[in-house]
């Protein structure tokens, strides 16, 4: 089924995840400007059909669905009842059926909680045998090629466009960049039955994938998500939540955290000092001086950017503090660039009620 793996020069695991095809960085060129695909053996494809599957996955989840028509992609996210995300998913109307895109890892416990969830609802849950998830950014030969080698409902291909390049309905972004990154991020993924069309295609592995992620800002379940992680502290409201659609499972904490409080964590971009040549992995703790500051998510080598990694930081942590990583037995200095400031929430516009004993005290008037 998969035949990129007997390629010269590509190294995978075990599990069939393409780390890189001989040489990362030109992977990553290649890769951004739409010449190379990337086969995804971590992402795995689920199907919905049945007569309730909008209606039914739009009631149980952070995103409106309901208005989806054949083509169009979104994202969500399933959320625990005190807001913590739990699973999140790409999804995209195919017409008579609803495809879900996960992270492989999150697919199994996925399809057990949706089928749970199934009650009377007329819906039918499946994680198809025989197709890939196989990725590519738009504007170039690859993409194109790869949309016509996907998998169709009717004329509809089965290909997910990430929505992550701007501000979805009903979505807020708290990143106050003057140009975000995530903009020029134009990333789609194909469920591909029969992949020997793009056999010869250019490759690019996990690595380069990664690379472009982070660089654009990009969270993802396999990665950013913990067991404390809430969407706000990712930026992920921009695209995997809308604000303004009916009540649903750990919405009263979105709603709260959004327009009364602070998230507690806030996601940061980290330039590492990459003299030693040594790149943290995820979980490699982050320090402000001696205190414990946060946890490095995803850390990548990008081929403009350098050494940089995305970690979920104290919202204490100082913005302009110096930070560093320890890596094992190294000592990674990290200079940070803010997504989710410090003040990021607290959006309604209520009237504070100055206190009593605050007040200006008047003197009483005077009578002749």
């Not at 998998?151 to 309905?169: F, H, I, K, L, N």
Request: glycine share 8%; charged share 25%.
């Amino acid at each position: 089924m998969n035949p990129f793996l007997s390629r010269d020069g590509v190294i995978a695991d075990d599990a069939g995840v393409i780390a890189h095809a001989g040489n990362p960085v030109s992977e990553q060129r290649r890769l951004e400007s739409g010449s190379a695909i990337a086969p995804r053996a971590d992402r795995t494809a689920i199907r919905l059909t049945g007569a309730d599957r909008k209606s039914w996955l739009d009631s149980i989840t952070s995103q409106a669905l309901t208005t989806l028509a054949p083509g169009d992609s979104t994202e969500l996210l399933v959320l625990d009842p005190q807001g913590r995300v739990e699973h999140a998913a790409a999804v995209v109307d195919a017409g008579e059926e609803l495809w879900l895109i996960v992270d492989a890892g999150d697919a199994a416990p996925l399809v057990k909680w949706l089928t749970m969830m199934r009650f009377r609802a007329d819906v039918q849950i499946e994680t198809p045998e025989g197709v890939q998830v196989i990725g590519a950014m738009r504007g170039g030969a690859a993409a194109d090629a790869l949309v016509d080698a996907a998998v169709r409902v009717g004329e509809v291909p089965v290909v997910w466009a990430d929505p992550w390049p701007s501000v979805t309905a009903g979505g807020w972004q708290y990143a106050e960049a003057a140009e975000h990154p995530g903009t020029g991020y134009h990333w789609i993924e194909a469920v591909v039955a029969d992949a020997a069309p793009l056999a010869d295609l250019p490759l690019a592995g996990s690595l380069a994938v990664d690379a472009l992620r982070v660089a654009a800002w990009r969270p993802r379940w396999a990665a950013e998500v913990d067991e404390k992680s809430i969407p706000h502290e990712s930026d992920w409201l921009r695209t995997a939540v809308h604000l303004n659609k009916g009540c649903y499972r750990g919405q009263e904490t979105v709603a709260k955290v959004h327009n009364l409080g602070h998230p507690p964590r806030r996601l940061a971009l980290l330039h590492l000092d990459g003299s030693d040549s040594v790149l943290p992995e995820k979980g490699d703790v982050v320090y402000d001086g001696d205190e414990e500051a946060g946890r490095i998510t995803s850390a990548v080598r990008h081929h403009e950017l350098g050494p940089v990694a995305l970690a979920i930081l104290s919202r204490r942590t100082p913005a302009d503090r110096e930070l560093v990583v320890v890596a094992g037995e190294d000592r990674i200095a990290a200079a940070q660039e803010v997504i989710v400031p410090a003040d990021a929430g607290r959006t309604a516009d209520i009237p504070r009620l100055t206190r009593l004993s605050r007040r200006k005290q008047v003197d009483p008037p005077t009578v002749d």
